[in-house]
T-cell receptor, first 114, second 110 residues
Framework: GAGVSQTPSNKVTEKGKYVELRCDPI?????LYWYRQSLGQGPEFLIY????????DSGLPNDRFFAVRPEGSVSTLKIQRTERGDSAVYLC????????????FGPGTRLTVL | EDQVTQSPEALRLQEGESSSLNCSYT??????LFWYRQDPGKGPEFLFT???AGEEKEKERLKATLTKKESFLHITAPKPEDSATYLC???????????FGKGTRLHILP
């Protein structure tokens, strides 16, 4: 069956620009997580959705980062006024159970801020 | 603050040479410890969840164990296709967030 998909696979932008990263979870999965992964590091938690609501957004680094999941399926991570330090791979994962004990990851979006 | 530390950072083994990867954690109220495998350019792939000390799980050449302070991923007679980064993660307390370690890069030489 179809796994988690993320678009675009690569995004190059200039400092100060706005970007949107999209995640399509596995159909029927209610839990959705966003992570950020820098080279040589493990994934860093950003935000967790259970259904349409953000159950835990404690990992968002600052108010330039925002995520939505309006219909409880597709999610969009939005980054305003991008900075070079935002460059990383952004990973999305979905889970069939609340709390996300077993997570299925997408391939990630590689964001490069010039 | 909850922490996950993995060792070694990198490990090179000959094909067939068994070894173990370590994940030590400092958390309040462990709810679950997870092992993932990550290949270059791909997202992590789920391997195991362990919930309580003494628990063990196996999958092919991999076996994960859990104590109150650490988890081990034992690799028996590895093959070159087992080469990957192995990530450990925890969920603790009332938090739903998952905290990952930095991973162990495993390279199996043919």
């Amino acid at each position: 069956g179809a796994g988690v998909s993320q678009t675009p696979s690569n995004k190059v932008t200039e400092k100060g620009k706005y970007v949107e990263l999209r995640c399509d979870p596995i159909s029927g999965h209610t839990a959705l997580y966003w992570y950020r992964q820098s080279l040589g590091q493990g994934p860093e938690f950003l935000i967790y959705f259970q259904g349409t609501g953000a159950a835990d957004d404690s990992g968002l680094p600052n108010d330039r980062f925002f995520a939505v999941r309006p219909e409880g399926s597709v999610s969009t991570l939005k980054i305003q006024r991008t900075e070079r330090g935002d460059s990383a791979v952004y990973l999305c994962a979905s889970s069939p159970t609340p709390g996300g004990r077993t997570q299925y990851f997408g391939p990630g979006t590689r964001l490069t801020v010039l | 603050e909850d922490q996950v530390t993995q060792s070694p950072e990198a490990l090179r083994l000959q094909e067939g040479e068994s070894s173990s990867l370590n994940c030590s954690y400092t958390v309040s109220g462990l709810r679950g410890l997870f092992w993932y495998r990550q290949d270059p350019g791909k997202g992590p792939e789920f391997l195991f969840t362990l919930y309580s000390a003494g628990e063990e799980k196996e999958k092919e050449r991999l076996k994960a164990t859990l104590t109150k302070k650490e988890s081990f991923l034992h690799i028996t007679a590895p093959k070159p296709e087992d080469s990957a980064t192995y990530l450990c993660a925890v969920q603790a307390g009332r938090d739903d967030k998952i905290i990952f370690g930095k991973g162990t890069r495993l390279h199996i030489l043919p």
